[in-house]
């Protein structure tokens, strides 16, 4: 059974960084792109990046230049380190697989950019 567990959301200044990790069970994590994704409160879920198999990124406009993606084959991490957070990066951030599975979503973790 496939589980994706995210953590290290937290409340953040303007301006703030935090690191978000999500750990991978249950699937054979060097052969799949993954994807952070973001729900913010009375939104649809976006995506905000991709990691390939090989590494190979890709970001949204709004995020680009602030947030770095990376994935760990060995530890079957996806991590996303964001930087010169803004309070319209406010949501519950999740990873999945690129293109995700309906079933794989965790829980998440909140971020909350706020003064």
């Known amino acids: 059974q496939v589980q994706l567990v995210e953590s290290g959301g937290g409340l953040v200044q303007p301006g703030g960084s935090l690191r978000l990790s999500c750990t991978v069970s249950g699937l054979t994590f060097w052969l799949h792109s993954m994807g952070w994704f973001r729900q913010a409160p009375g939104k649809e879920r976006e995506l905000v990046a991709t990691i390939s198999d090989q590494g190979k990124t890709t970001y949204t406009d709004f995020v680009k230049g602030r947030f770095t993606i990376s994935r760990d084959n060995i530890k079957k991490t996806v991590t996303l380190q964001m930087n010169n957070l803004n309070s319209e990066d406010t949501a519950v951030y999740y990873c999945?697989?690129?293109?995700?599975?309906?079933?794989?979503w965790g829980q998440g973790t909140q971020v909350t950019v706020s003064s």
């Open positions: 999945n697989k690129d293109p995700p599975y309906v079933t794989w």
